[in-house]
């Protein structure tokens, strides 16, 4: 700590000076993310002043600490302090205590809801490193980052918490000085036990599965079978049924959907209860949040892509009962695999994406989103025209590729570990993620040289092998550790990789660019 008292001191920061503290800052773009000395780095966008006292984002090399300088630091901040000449310099762990203390002092730190933001963009970040990369992707471009976001499946693989996954990206927030307001999703959760978990770390974002609430089934049975169910359904809901959906057209943007009375029972069948439970936890939300959530609703996890007459009713049910939805997930035709492009027709996916997009414009007009939206490289031009932008675009493991990516570049004997561990581990691995990989035609790391390492992750069968690798290369404590090492060491050539793929998918999306002020 001294030495950050002492580099402190020889950068003119001794007092909590602004005028100082703005031509740091503004250095930053000619000079470099931070100021070193001392064998010290202190992030210069996190320099920030609140009544007298310096904030700042500082670290040795391998642990980054908030720090707090001045004639008062803040009582509800933790960590180790040292008193030198009428100020005291206060050295906090980056935990989930002090990201809260840090969200009082500093609001633009925590997740807020994106609800009247046109365009988003989901960014997981499962090793928690990535969001000034994510940030650089989307800098002066028309599109807000969900910054923080993971499931539960990916927490319980990286060993991670909600808290924890919020704190982390909160801490890197401040460290680039970004104050443009981010989300936070709990994504894909089934119950209210899991949204309430996401909800107490502060996520404002949800997005609500429905498989398990909806009957699956009903799409294969006969009339006769589905009619059958379809009595034993309350007696209102039969009524708004017939009434509403039965042997309806709905004419929209040109194209017409039709509900036949026989579709209709069905996707009562087959969507009630799931409607009935969006219900609740929308009034959930509300009770717990007021109007600061956004609620996705997501359908895509079943085994057959969504019928745009199945899309209609649903939203319609949503709508008719006053659920607040922010965006929905249909299921799209073609395959939409983990970390490689878009699988299927073209014209196919395209002449019906356009219908669901006309779907959520005359249904409220929430956000279509995009899951397993990464690497989708040759729909995504068609994604921005019919969506005309207003969508959610959810990546996740494209980020963890690009940390991987970073290993096979400066770390060959890491990379080839980690290659190798995934090849090992596949068999169980892809029990719970669909992807169509082969592992055999993986070629042994041994074999290949230091420089045609990085070809593995533009190769699909290794790709994906590394894709869904990260539960497994994370709980090898030697892997992990050796990962996080690499990572914060060379941490502009790791943000550089995030920014330049992400940067991507804005591009071929056709995100517009800020217009200059
Ligand atoms: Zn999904």
Same mark, same amino acid.
């Given at each position: 700590?001294?030495?950050?008292?002492?580099?402190?001191?020889?950068?003119?920061?001794?007092?909590?000076?602004?005028?100082?503290?703005?031509?740091?800052?503004?250095?930053?773009?000619?000079?470099?993310?931070? $100021?070193?000395?001392?064998?010290?780095?202190?992030?210069?966008?996190?320099?920030?002043?609140?009544?007298?006292?310096?904030? &700042?984002?500082?670290?040795?090399?391998?642990?980054?600490?908030? *720090?707090?300088?001045?004639?008062?630091?803040?009582?509800?901040?933790?960590?180790?302090?040292?008193?030198?000449?009428?100020?005291?310099?206060?050295?906090?762990?980056?935990?989930?205590?002090? =990201?809260?203390?840090?969200?009082?002092?500093?609001?633009?730190?925590?997740?807020?809801?994106?609800?009247?933001?046109?365009?988003?963009?989901?960014?997981?970040?499962?090793?928690?490193?990535?969001?000034?990369?994510?940030?650089?992707?989307?800098?002066?471009?028309? @599109?807000?980052?969900?910054?923080?976001?993971?499931?539960?499946?990916?927490?319980?693989?990286?060993?991670?918490?909600?808290?924890?996954?919020?704190?982390?990206?909160? +801490?890197?927030?401040?460290?680039?000085? *970004? %104050?443009?307001?981010?989300?936070?999703?709990?994504?894909?959760?089934?119950?209210?036990?899991?949204?309430?978990? =996401?909800?107490?770390?502060?996520?404002?974002?949800?997005?609500?599965?429905?498989?398990?609430?909806?009957?699956? %089934?009903?799409?294969?049975?006969?009339?006769?079978?589905?009619?059958?169910?379809?009595?034993?359904?309350?007696?209102?809901?039969? !009524?708004?049924?017939?009434?509403?959906?039965?042997?309806?057209? +709905?004419?929209?943007? !040109?194209?017409?959907?039709?509900?036949?009375?026989? %579709?209709?029972?069905?996707?009562?069948?087959?969507?009630?209860?799931?409607?009935?439970?969006?219900?609740?936890?929308?009034?959930?939300?509300?009770?717990?949040?007021?109007?600061?959530?956004?609620?996705?609703?997501?359908?895509?996890?079943?085994?057959?892509?969504?019928?745009?007459?199945?899309?209609? *009713?649903?939203?319609?049910?949503?709508?008719?009962?006053?659920?607040?939805?922010?965006?929905?997930?249909?299921?799209?035709?073609?395959? &939409?695999?983990?970390? $490689?492009?878009?699988?299927?027709?073209?014209?196919?996916?395209?002449?019906? &994406?356009?219908?669901?997009?006309?779907?959520?414009?005359?249904?409220?007009?929430?956000?279509?989103?995009?899951?397993?939206?990464?690497?989708?490289?040759?729909?995504?031009?068609?994604?921005?025209?019919?969506?005309?932008?207003?969508?959610?675009?959810?990546?996740?493991?494209?980020?963890?590729?690009?940390?991987?990516?970073?290993?096979?570049?400066?770390?060959?004997?890491? +990379?080839?570990?980690?290659?190798?561990?995934?090849?090992?581990?596949?068999?169980?691995?892809?029990?719970?993620?669909?992807?169509?990989?082969?592992?055999?035609?993986?070629?042994?790391?041994?074999?290949?040289?230091?420089? %045609?390492?990085?070809?593995?992750?533009?190769?699909?069968?290794?790709?994906?092998?590394?894709?869904?690798?990260?539960?497994?290369?994370?709980?090898?404590?030697?892997?992990?550790?050796?990962?996080?090492?690499?990572?914060? @060491?060379?941490?502009?050539?790791?943000?550089?990789?995030?920014? =330049?793929?992400?940067?991507?998918?804005?591009?071929?999306?056709?995100?517009?660019?800020?217009?200059?002020?």
């Amino acid at each position: 700590m001294e030495k950050v008292a002492r580099l402190l001191t020889a950068v003119g920061l001794q007092e909590a000076d602004p005028v100082r503290v703005a031509a740091l800052k503004a250095e930053a773009a000619d000079k470099g993310p931070w $100021i070193e000395g001392e064998g010290r780095r202190l992030y210069r966008r996190s320099l920030q002043i609140r009544e007298g006292t310096l904030y &700042f984002i500082g670290t040795d090399g391998s642990a980054k600490h908030l *720090y707090a300088c001045g004639p008062v630091v803040p009582r509800n901040m933790a960590g180790r302090s040292l008193k030198a000449g009428g100020r005291s310099l206060l050295e906090a762990d980056l935990s989930t205590e002090n =990201a809260a203390a840090l969200h009082e002092l500093f609001p633009f730190t925590a997740p807020v809801s994106l609800r009247d933001r046109t365009t988003t963009i989901g960014c997981g970040d499962r090793l928690g490193l990535a969001t000034p990369g994510h940030l650089r992707a989307l800098a002066g471009r028309r @599109a807000s980052p969900v910054l923080a976001q993971q499931s539960v499946r990916e927490l319980t693989l990286t060993h991670r918490t909600f808290p924890a996954v919020v704190a982390d990206a909160s +801490f890197l927030v401040f460290q680039e000085g *970004y %104050e443009g307001g981010y989300g936070a999703d709990g994504d894909h959760l089934k119950n209210l036990r899991d949204i309430d978990s =996401a909800l107490d770390a502060g996520m404002p974002m949800i997005t609500l599965d429905l498989t398990e609430v909806m009957s699956a %089934e009903p799409a294969g049975w006969t009339a006769a079978r589905v009619d059958e169910a379809f009595a034993s359904l309350p007696a209102e809901l039969r !009524g708004i049924v017939s009434s509403r959906y039965e042997g309806k057209r +709905f004419e929209l943007e !040109g194209t017409a959907v039709e509900i036949s009375a026989a %579709e209709a029972r069905r996707c009562a069948v087959m969507y009630g209860r799931a409607v009935d439970f969006a219900a609740r936890v929308d009034a959930h939300l509300r009770a717990r949040r007021g109007s600061a959530y956004d609620l996705e609703v997501s359908i895509d996890e079943t085994t057959a892509p969504t019928l745009p007459a199945h899309h209609l *009713y649903i939203a319609s049910e949503l709508e008719r009962r006053g659920v607040a939805v922010t965006s929905m997930a249909p299921r799209f035709v073609g395959e &939409f695999q983990k970390g $490689i492009d878009y699988i299927g027709d073209l014209a196919a996916f395209e002449g019906q &994406f356009r219908v669901h997009c006309a779907i959520a414009r005359s249904r409220g007009g929430y956000k279509v989103s995009i899951h397993s939206g990464s690497d989708k490289f040759s729909v995504y031009p068609a994604i921005g025209r019919h969506t005309a932008m207003r969508l959610h675009l959810k990546t996740a493991g494209t980020s963890w590729l690009e940390a991987v990516r970073v290993a096979a570049r400066l770390d060959p004997a890491l +990379f080839r570990r980690m290659l190798a561990a995934a090849v090992d581990g596949f068999a169980e691995a892809s029990r719970l993620y669909h992807v169509a990989a082969d592992p055999r035609v993986v070629p042994a790391p041994e074999s290949l040289q230091d420089r %045609e390492l990085e070809a593995c992750l533009e190769e699909p069968n290794a790709r994906q092998v590394l894709h869904i690798a990260y539960g497994q290369l994370l709980s090898d404590a030697a892997i992990r550790a050796d990962l996080y090492r690499l990572l914060q @060491a060379r941490e502009k050539e790791h943000y550089a990789a995030v920014a =330049a793929h992400i940067g991507r998918h804005v591009r071929l999306l056709g995100i517009a660019e800020v217009a200059p002020a």
